[in-house]
């Protein structure tokens, strides 16, 4: 009996020492969240996706529009070029469906390099969306310049435990409240201002339609224009053109002159 008791003293202490050197309990869940470069290839397939097959998605019912108020000033950046503005945050899972047709849209006009990828928050709603991060992100092109502001981290260990990553400016921060204000929402993630012409200030597509699916498998599906990931990233990144197009004078023309673009500016009033 005594050596009983004896044994499972030990076996108490021996637990408690486990728990005090890995740092985990029942009662602690740690994000399997991580940050790594995103591959060229999965960065190709995601840019390479032909204007072609852009026309074939069009505007589909599952995407909504961005808003639009062509009465502003002009958003310029400090080398005279228009600017857009990208303010998300790496927990968000909008955010996180929302970039795939940023990273699209965008290559259409210029460059992208340094691109990360991750997931989404894992204790938030949907969980674990396979993204990218614009954390170390540049874009470079000779018509339009892009600002992207990561501003806060992801979850580590329960909902609502990151931190704050990349300040606004207070130009920035004004921005956003102001166009919030504007259209009748709060300030939230994503928002992305095309030159204070065309405002995206939420998700376009549901980010439920890749959940599931790491950035390989959504990669794969953007050849399939009747896929419903197609749909979402490409018809969105069809209305994310138009505001760029509408923003730059139209350029380049082989891209702004593209049937799905055209279709989009003209439903979005800024053709």
Known sequence: MAYAVIALVVLAIVALVVVKVTGTSNNTTTSSSSISTAPASLVSQVTSVPLSEAAQVGLPSSVTAPSVDK???????????????FIGAEFCPLCGAERWAIV???SRFGTWSNLDITTSSPFD????IATFTFRDAKFTSPYLDLTTVEHETNDTHTLGDRKAFQPLTSAQQNLWSKYAAHFG??????FLDMGNKV????????PYTILGFDQSAIAAKLT?????????IVGTANYITAGLCSMDGQQPASV????????????LGVS
């Open 199 to 206: 405002f995206v200030l939420g998700p376009n597509y549901s």
């Open 125 to 128: 709603t949907p969980p674990s």
């Open 256 to 267: 702004c002159s593209a049937s799905a673009v055209t279709a989009a500016s003209q439903k």
């Open 104 to 106: 699209l849209a965008f």
């Open 71 to 85: 009465g502003q000033p002009a958003l310029t950046a400090s080398d005279g070029k228009p600017e857009a503005l």
């Open 224 to 232: 399939n224009p009747s896929d419903p990931v197609t749909q979402g």
């Open 185 to 190: 929402v709060n300030t939230g993630y994503p």
